[in-house]
């Protein structure tokens, strides 16, 4: 038997090894959800993404919301997060290929004469040497594997930080709206703490012609200080909220904002399309982070495997 054929069966061996991929196979489950969404009267049918351009219509709930993401610390980190996660994907796919290292020298020729019997003399040299200095060969995967599970880590990084997103943009104008409402309400304590003075104005006039005892006297004074205190309750939780509005900016809101927010018209469009298919569930964000982050899984198993 010549020498190729004996070489042969272990060059088909290792050949056939590099196909092998020892990460265990990924079967998406069956959702548990139903095929349509419970509603009365279904939508027109296929599944629709909103953005929050297309819900959000008070041009200042706008202009807090981007604000809000450009300045907001929580969703730097997320953004650092998501950096980190592409500079491990780079660092991953360098495994691919080989590493080489390089070096050189030169010297410079001369004459060196010590006195008139002896001299020495040195010619011109120089040299490079570059060499591979580590390459592993991928037989079994595992440099394939470890680079998908830190493509499907990076990918569930940017799923991460646009659910970040959302959360944030679904905040600022649910405190944007709890805001406006608490300030429809502290209006409405203030007028009934002025229509209950006017009152005891009336019970005080009435107490010193005589007509009114003072018991009467003594519950609208009462009555005046409840409206008061609640009044002083709802400026504490205006404040509040205006205090959460910039936590969630990250900054200081724009100038006489308290002044424009209000519930009418609504801040928000009202008539949003129901009766989709479930299937609008599948693009959640946080789902499809959660499978990006089972692929990471299935291949560094096959990475530890290898």
């Known amino acids: 038997m010549s020498r190729e054929k004996y070489l042969a069966a272990p060059l088909s061996a290792l050949i056939l090894t590099g196909c092998v991929n020892l990460a265990p196979d990924y079967e998406r489950t069956a959702a548990p959800v139903p095929m349509e969404l419970p509603v009365s009267e279904p939508a027109s049918a296929g599944v629709s993404t909103l953005a929050?351009?297309?819900?959000?219509?008070?041009?200042?709930?706008r202009t807090l919301i981007a604000l809000s993401l450009e300045q907001n610390r929580?969703?730097?980190?997320?953004?650092?997060?998501?950096?980190?996660?592409?500079?491990?994907?780079?660092?991953?796919?360098?495994?691919?290929?080989?590493?080489?290292?390089?070096?050189?020298?030169?010297?410079?020729?001369?004459?060196?004469?010590?006195?008139?019997?002896?001299s020495s003399?040195?010619?011109?040299?120089?040299?490079?040497?570059?060499?591979?200095?580590?390459?592993?060969?991928?037989?079994?995967?595992?440099?394939?594997?470890?680079?998908?599970?830190?493509?499907?880590?990076?990918?569930?990084?940017?799923?991460?930080?646009?659910?970040?997103?959302i959360s944030l943009v679904a905040s600022v104008a649910e405190a944007w709206l709890q805001l406006a409402a608490d300030q429809e309400l502290l209006r409405l304590a203030e007028q009934t703490a002025g229509s209950q003075k006017e009152s005891l104005?009336?019970?005080?006039?009435?107490?010193?012609?005589?007509?009114?005892?003072?018991?009467?006297l003594r519950r609208a004074s009462a009555s005046v200080a409840s409206?008061?205190?609640?009044?002083?309750?709802?400026?504490?939780?205006?404040?509040?909220?205006?205090?959460?509005?910039?936590?969630?900016?990250?900054?200081?809101?724009?100038?006489?904002?308290?002044?424009?927010?209000?519930?009418?018209?609504?801040?928000?469009?009202?008539?949003?399309?129901?009766?989709q298919s479930s299937d609008v569930l599948l693009r959640r964000p946080d789902v499809i982070q959660a499978e990006r982050n089972l692929l990471a899984a299935n291949a560094n198993i096959g990475a530890a495997r290898a």
């Open 52 to 61: 929050w351009q297309d819900i959000v219509q008070s041009e200042d709930l």
């Open 121 to 165: 003399a040195f010619r011109d040299s120089s040299s490079a040497q570059i060499g591979v200095s580590a390459w592993e060969l991928d037989f079994f995967g595992r440099v394939r594997n470890s680079n998908d599970a830190a493509m499907q880590t990076y990918l569930a990084s940017v799923e991460g930080e646009r659910a970040t997103k």
């Open 227 to 275: 409206a008061r205190a609640q009044a002083a309750e709802f400026r504490a939780i205006v404040r509040r909220d205006l205090n959460t509005l910039r936590y969630l900016v990250g900054t200081d809101l724009p100038a006489a904002i308290e002044a424009r927010v209000q519930l009418s018209p609504s801040a928000v469009k009202l008539d949003l399309p129901v009766g």
């Open 201 to 216: 104005d009336l019970t005080q006039a009435l107490f010193d012609a005589g007509t009114a005892s003072e018991i009467d």
């Open 74 to 118: 929580d969703l730097r980190t997320v953004a650092a997060t998501v950096e980190v996660a592409r500079a491990n994907l780079l660092t991953a796919r360098s495994g691919f290929w080989p590493s080489f290292t390089a070096s050189g020298s030169a010297q410079m020729g001369d004459t060196f004469q010590d006195d008139a019997t002896y």
